[in-house]
């Protein structure tokens, strides 16, 4: 059938979305969440019943192969949701951080719910050799430049932004490799890499496209189709798309 869900509470589920395009044709289905963004600053009770219920709704309304849950955020706190291959999350690529870097110095940038997950720092703790620096940067200010639009308008803020929150961190614990462990920050990565240029940005949606290819349970379609939904403000969303030339119509959705 060759259908994709693929969610998070705004426009980061896109990043993700164009890192699948980029390898497989699929129909998908963007859901942005509006109503309830931003993931990360909910209580970790109040998210996984968001979650949950829009899985098994998006399920039901849609009948797709895979849906992804395009946040990092419920991705590190409800690790149980993922226990088939017919729901995919997006995790910090942490194996590949270690890979590529050379001074042992990396930086996760992410919600703060993400970065103080306790399955992120058990991750770190038995996962990440002792002689690695893991550095978990709140991003929640980059993040919002995203979901604002700012980014597409306001490039000198934003640098402004980016140089506030990072730089010094960046320079004081000699990071070469950040991983954008929040959906969102992909949408910064050309200031990142212009602010940056000795750091290596991975973007985690490349390991979902990638794990979406070796599914069983996809089979390629032939329509390469982009259908869109949002909860809340439909109309702030459209603006936002068609600034990025996505002229798609946009159905609103409330559960």
Known sequence: MGKIVVFDSG??????????????????????????????????????????????TLQEKFNPDIIVVGSNTPTVLFPDLFTNDTILGVSPPLPDAIKYTKTGSIAVLGTLATINSRHLNNQITNTIPKNILITKI???????????????????????????????????KKIDVATLSSTHLPFLDSLLKEMFPN?????????????????????????????????????????????LQIKNKIHHLEF
């Open 138 to 172: 709140d991003s929640t200010e980059l993040i919002d430049l995203v979901e604002a639009g700012k980014f597409l308008n306001d490039i000198k803020y934003c640098k402004s932004k980016i140089k506030n929150v990072l730089k010094n961190i960046f320079s004081l």
């Open 199 to 243: 750091i290596l940005f991975l973007d985690p949606a490349v390991s979902v496209a990638q794990q979406i290819l070796k599914n069983k349970k996809f089979h390629p379609s032939q329509k390469n189709s982009l259908n869109i939904y949002a909860s809340g403000n439909v109309k702030n969303l459209q603006t936002k798309l068609e600034k």
């Open 11 to 56: 426009l980061g589920s896109l990043s993700v979305i164009q890192a699948i395009r980029k390898t497989t044709k699929a129909d998908i289905v963007y859901f942005a969440d509006q109503k309830n963004y931003p993931y990360g600053t909910k209580n970790t009770r109040e998210l996984g019943k968001i979650i949950e219920y829009t899985i098994h």
